[in-house]
């Protein structure tokens, strides 16, 4: 039997700077609930460009497990709890400064192939994060990590990422805020291009 | 056709033959917000392979007829247009249930945005943004009107073609894509750096709808058909741990 023709994929253009009253018409940057397991976090940071100027129309998406490990999404059938107050996707648009917030839950460990064996390698709690805005005409795909985390050492991915790179991808816990309701704060700034360059994957 | 001179990046996430680089010098505002270091390959793990696309559906039915969604109980001036299609994977089945969100300027070429400040008249009746769900077939349909070119700033008298900004999940974050759906034969496609940030042709006209009679209503509305293609992991190798694509799709 043959392989199936492939069809040709719908190629990317950019968000432009006209998306927010169609994308961020919802709020959506509160992932958590008060019923939501798990550690609350709150992310913030800026999104930068390659002069260090702030990023005042970057759209930011975020994907991310529960705090047991579990994605709420058909494929992931592992025996672990779905909390029903947390469904793990976040859209948050930055401001005149570049700032983006996420407030959220500290997502659990999860593993790398995804047969949920005993012995699977496991990755690091990390958060799956995409980047619009307007100047790209593709959106980049990089992850949070969290820098006081001791999984990371042992993150299969972190392990591909050159060495000298990997600290673009850890968030910096931080004394908590005003604006944070007592909830842990990480610093997570998006640096587009230049000095910092934030590592973006390819998928 | 004009064929526009610039330089070129090297970085390309995803397939070189269809998806833009980050920096296409033309269209300016890529260059300082073009990454310049290469992407770090990542195997595709449940963290890429999940995605919120099964799981989101804020809408209501109404947010798929943009000429009368404003709130206003008015109808938006323009020529009135349905576009419809399929959303499918690479191996052309359908992905049912899966959210679309889009915007658009209206008739007169504006944004209902305050960053768009252009002498074109803004409509009450029309806000420019709809979402909708496909159907057990993949099938999407909205009622719109047709968007009119606006000038921006990227060089001397620039516009850009008549587009609908379209946003998709599908099944996986391995499908996320935004994108513009164009109208045919646009006078401005030789001239737009956008467009041509995909590099070849072939790809370009997958972002360009088709006029269809077929789709058009007697006395009412014109009908565009533009099927969309989402990239998966369901046509490339992957880590053979992973089991085949569900039979479900998802």
């Known amino acids: ?203 | 056709m004009t064929t526009l001179t610039t330089t070129i990046g090297q970085i390309v996430r995803g397939d070189r033959d269809v998806f833009p680089p980050y920096l296409y010098a033309a269209y300016q505002s890529t260059r300082l917000r073009a990454p310049t270091l290469p992407l770090v390959e990542l195997p595709l793990s449940l963290s890429e392979l999940t995605g919120p696309g099964p799981v989101i559906s804020r809408m209501t039915p109404e947010d798929a007829d943009m000429t009368r969604n404003s709130g206003t109980g008015g109808e938006a001036i323009g020529q009135r247009i349905i576009v419809t299609g399929r959303v499918l994977d690479e191996l052309g089945r359908p992905i049912p249930n899966t959210l679309l969100e889009i915007w658009q300027a209206n008739a007169s070429g504006r944004y209902v945005h305050r960053n768009d400040q252009w002498p074109g008249p803004l409509d009450q009746n029309f806000l420019g943004i709809g979402r909708c769900l496909t159907d057990a077939n993949g099938v999407y349909r909205f009622l719109t009107i047709r968007p009119g070119l606006y000038p921006w700033k990227n060089h001397r008298n620039a516009w850009r073609p008549a587009h609908i900004h379209f946003s998709l999940f599908g099944r996986s974050l391995v499908s996320r894509l935004v994108t513009q759906m164009y109208f045919p034969d646009d006078p401005m496609f030789a001239l737009d750096p956008i467009f041509h940030g995909v590099p070849t042709d072939g790809a370009r006209q997958r972002m360009v709808a088709t006029y269809d009679h077929d789709v058009t209503e007697e006395a009412w509305a014109l009908g565009y058909r533009w099927d969309i293609v989402l990239h998966g992991p369901e046509a490339t190798p992957f880590d053979e741990r992973w089991p085949a694509p569900l039979e479900d799709g998802l």
């Open chain 1, 1 to 203: 039997m043959s392989a199936p023709a492939r069809l040709g994929v719908t190629p990317t253009q950019t968000v432009g700077p006209f998306f927010a009253p169609g994308l961020l018409r919802d709020v959506w940057n509160v992932l958590a609930t008060d019923q939501t397991v798990g550690e609350r976090i709150r992310i913030e940071g800026r999104v930068l460009d390659g002069e260090g100027n702030a990023v005042p129309d970057a759209l930011l998406e975020i994907w991310q497990a529960n705090a047991a490990g579990r994605f709420n999404h058909p494929r992931d059938t592992r025996d672990l709890p779905l909390d029903p107050t947390f469904g793990g996707f976040g859209r948050s648009g930055s401001d005149t400064d570049g700032v983006y917030w996420f407030e959220t839950i500290k997502p659990g460990p999860v593993p790398f192939g995804g047969s949920g064996d005993d012995g699977e390698v496991m990755q690091a709690p990390h958060i799956s994060v995409v980047v619009h805005a307007r100047g790209m005409l593709n959106h980049a795909q990089t992850r949070l990590y969290f820098a006081d985390e001791a999984a990371n050492d042992t993150d299969p991915v972190l392990a591909l990422v050159p060495a000298d790179r990997r600290a673009t991808l850890l968030a910096q816990r931080v004394e908590a805020g005003e604006r944070a309701g007592g909830s842990v704060v990480y610093r997570f700034d998006i640096v587009l291009q230049g000095r910092g360059e934030t590592v973006f994957f390819n998928i």
